[in-house]
């Protein structure tokens, strides 16, 4: 007789982008989150996580990147906004055997909303390199979520 055979843990490691605010206007100072969720995986797997995002550079600007919560004593490997392109290119590293939990903050991205814009929304969204590595080099992302964010204009249009 054949044993039943216990499914698989199910692993997940997604990054999303949350606003702090629903609705931003003409000038005014934002901040988005990077935050990652991890199920079925031990909370010292994660070390380095790279997140690289693509934004338009004539919506936002005087984007900064600055660590979150998730690890305790990161080591910020890469932060480099390209405002040409409209790219971002962030990574962090635990720098000790710190344990971390399964959900936090990955990073904050500060940015303002250029003046002349006049759009009702822009998306901004993570590229194919964004990666989490684990200690043996092994990349556990399994999914990315970008988000829209919202614009409020007397003469909103579309495009700038």
Request: proline content about 6%; cysteine-free; hydrophobic content about 30%.
């Amino acid at each position: 007789m054949r044993q039943p055979v216990s499914p698989s843990p199910v692993v997940s490691n997604t990054l999303s982008l949350t606003s702090t605010k629903q609705e931003l206007k003409s000038g005014q100072t934002g901040t988005l989150k990077v935050t990652i969720e991890s199920q079925g995986v031990t909370n010292d797997d994660t070390k380095l996580i790279q997140v690289e995002l693509s934004y338009d550079p004539r919506v936002l600007t005087g984007v900064s990147l600055s660590p979150g919560d998730y690890f305790q004593h990161p080591t910020v490997m890469l932060n480099l906004v390209d405002t040409k392109t409209g790219r971002i290119s962030y990574a962090i590293e635990s720098a000790d055997k710190t344990p971390h939990g399964t959900t936090g903050t990955v990073a904050e991205i500060t940015f303002t909303v250029n003046p002349a814009f006049s759009g009702k929304e822009t998306n901004i969204f993570f590229l194919p390199k964004t990666v989490i590595r684990s200690a043996e080099g092994k990349n556990m992302l399994t999914a990315t979520y970008g988000t829209k964010l919202l614009f409020v204009n007397k003469n909103a249009k579309q495009g700038l």
